[in-house]
């Protein structure tokens, strides 16, 4: 399944995300634009174990980045860091390419200009994110993503099982202690309390 139209990806991404925003938008022309500069043109499809994505915000622009490049957090091929900026980097396993996109701050400056006649905040950004250029929307950088093998798809290893808490852990999470071999919550990188 080559690359679709933009409307095209509209429909699946309202579909997958629960509505369509200016955010998904956003998204999709980010993520077009990133496998286009790799030279990709079935990312989902012929190309889909070429490439790994890395997030930088659990926002609506996040979902909609899938809907075009295929890569899934269960597939290990969706990298989530959490910087707070709507950025992405797209990177192609063959060629050892990657190329780091982040939306402009001008854009919604850029929104207004446009369409000052949108009062709409949304439905205006929607209108000039379907039309801007790339170059208008986003900062592109190439750069080098090392991607260690226990974080590719498809990496095997022998589960290892946490000698505090008895949990199975998968792709090397594990840590030495003293001695022994913790799961990263029982190492104290534990995000809840037990109650
Ligand atoms: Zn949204
Ligand atoms: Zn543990």
Known sequence: ???KSLPEYERLAEAAHGHLCAGQILGLRMALHGVQLLGMDDPAGVDRKRLVTFVEIDRCATDAIPVVTGCRLGKRALKF?????VAATFCDLRDGRAVRLSARESSKQRAREL????ANKNQQQMRAYRELADEELFESQ??????GPEDLPGYKAPRVVCAECGEGISFKREVARDGRVLCRACAGERYYEPL
Do not use: A, S
Request: proline content about 11%.
């Open 1 to 3: 399944m080559p690359l």
């Open 81 to 85: 860091r959490d910087f707070g900026k």
């Open 115 to 118: 369409y000052p006649e949108i």
């Open 142 to 147: 190439w750069v080098r993503v090392r991607i």
